[in-house]
Each structure stands twice: as C-alpha cells, then as structure tokens.
C-alpha cells in the first residue's frame, strides 16, 4: 500500500523539518508548497511573480493556482509509492481537491502537530534560513550554510507582523481542514512542543499505527465523504 502522508499544523509546528525527515527515511517525494512557491519567487516565473507579494503579507495563494501545482505534482511517477505533503492542503476546497486527486490510490494518512502559540512565536523570530538553497539554518550555523555555504538571511514572512497575520490566516482558513479530516481513522495529532527527535519517533509511530487501522483504503475512501465515524486519536508522547 502507498504511504501517503499529509502534515497539518500552524506556521512553525515544525511540519517542514519533520517531512523532510519522514520523506528522507522512508525513501519518499517531500512536496512542499512553501518550498515550490520560494523557488518560483527566486526563479523570477510567473506563478513566482504571483505568489511573492501574497507570501510577504502571510496571505493563502489561489485555491485553484495550489491545486493545479499539486495535481500536476502527483501525477508524476515518483509519487506511486507514496509522498509527504507539507503546506497542502491549506483550505477546504483544497482538501476536497486532494481526496477527487487521490480518488483510488490508497488512504491519506494525516498528520496534525500541535506548538503552543507562545512557541510558534519564538521559533519564528528565530529562525534564519540559507539565502541560496533555502534550508532552515541549524543552530550550529552562526552565518553561513552548512550544506551550501549560503549566507544566512531571515525568511521575508518571518517578521513579527506577518507571522501574527499568518496565523490569523491558519485559524480562519487551514483550521476548519482539521475538522475535514478529523473522524477519519488514519488521522493523528502529534505533540510538537518536544525536541525534534521525539517528535520524529512520535510521528513514525502514529503513521505506523495508523497504516496498520484495519481496512483503511476502504474506510477511508477518498470520496466526497470523508468524515467518518470514529474519534480523534492523540500519539500518546514517549
Ligand atoms: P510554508 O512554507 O508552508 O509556511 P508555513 O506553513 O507558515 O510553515 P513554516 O515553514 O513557517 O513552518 P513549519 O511548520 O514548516 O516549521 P519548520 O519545520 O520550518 O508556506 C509559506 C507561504 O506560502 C504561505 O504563507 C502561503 O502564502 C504560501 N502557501 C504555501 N502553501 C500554500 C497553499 N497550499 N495554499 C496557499 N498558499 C500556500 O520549523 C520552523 C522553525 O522551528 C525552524 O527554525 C525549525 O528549525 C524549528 N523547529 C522545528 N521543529 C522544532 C522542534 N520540535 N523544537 C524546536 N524547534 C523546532
């Protein structure tokens, strides 16, 4: 069975650094919309040129423009076997979109990590990202990047202002996507607000358990009706 993963979670839940891990582990495509829309900005396109000043002010690309990326995204070969998608899907209608695209390839298993908003807040004033390949900087990277030897830059939605705008924008607009999915049976909560390795080993566990929920294919079946009976399941931490 493809291993399809979904991470939800607020601005700096840290859903990025875990499906790169997630993916790199288990031998997976990691599919961020943040990352192909900071490309596209640096790259000068068009959806780059379209994407820069809604990004800088913290607000949601079009719904249709996000789709039409990751539609074309999971069509491609490397994604049979399973993907980590990270930053998608971020609405409703993108939620309804990614269940009619993954219509008869297995269940999405998704994941929701929770931070305290106090901590969001500290991690991203904090952060620092490479200029040149747009890794998050680790803290052991006092200037440059450790991979590429890029100067360390603050990512241009990072600032106090937008990081409070961006989370309104969570709460209004990516919140209600928890509800979507929350009755299904391959759906998790992960408790962020512990050191990485913890939360990785909490979140490989929780995928694990819920790839195991007996016929999730079928039950979870990726129609117009996704909300299921069943509860909400809290990973229970190490
Ligand atoms: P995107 O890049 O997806 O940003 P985001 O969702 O706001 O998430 P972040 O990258 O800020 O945080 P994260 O949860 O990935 O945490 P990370 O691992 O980096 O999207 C950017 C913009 O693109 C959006 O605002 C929107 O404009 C647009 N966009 C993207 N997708 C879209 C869509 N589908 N529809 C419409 N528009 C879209 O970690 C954050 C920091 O915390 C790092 O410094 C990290 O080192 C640190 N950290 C991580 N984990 C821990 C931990 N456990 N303990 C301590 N520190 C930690």
């Not at 990352?35 to 079009?62: C, F, K, P, S, Y």
Request: charged fraction near 25%.
């Amino acid at each position: 069975m493809a291993l399809n993963v979904v991470m939800l979670g607020p601005p700096g839940a840290g859903k990025g650094t875990q499906a790169e891990r997630f993916a790199k582990t288990h031998g997976l495509p990691k599919i961020s919309t943040g990352d192909i829309l900071r490309e596209a900005v640096q790259a000068h396109t068009e959806l780059g040129r379209i994407a820069q000043t809604t990004m800088d002010a913290g607000e949601l690309v079009g719904d249709q423009v996000m789709i039409g990326i990751v539609g074309e995204r999971l069509q491609r070969p490397d994604t049979q076997r399973g993907f980590v998608l990270d930053g998608f899907p971020r609405t409703v209608p993108q939620a309804t979109a990614l269940d009619q695209i993954m219509a008869g390839r297995g269940p999405l298993v998704v994941v929701d990590i929770v931070v305290p908003e106090d901590v969001l807040l500290r991690r991203l004033a904090a952060r620092r990202i490479c200029g040149s390949c747009g890794v998050n900087a680790l803290v052991e990277w006092t200037t440059t990047c450790g991979i590429c030897g890029g100067n360390l830059v603050t990512r241009t939605d990072d600032g106090d202002g937008v990081v409070r705008g961006r989370l309104k924008v969570y709460h209004r607009q990516t919140r209600p996507i928890v509800e979507f999915y929350s009755k299904r049976p391959t759906f998790r909560v992960i408790d962020g607000n512990q050191p990485p390795d913890v939360v990785t080993a909490s979140m490989d566990r929780a995928i694990c358990q819920a790839c195991a929920v007996p016929d999730a294919a079928k039950r979870d079946s990726m129609t117009a009706d996704p909300v299921k009976p069943g509860g909400v399941k809290k990973e229970v931490p190490l």
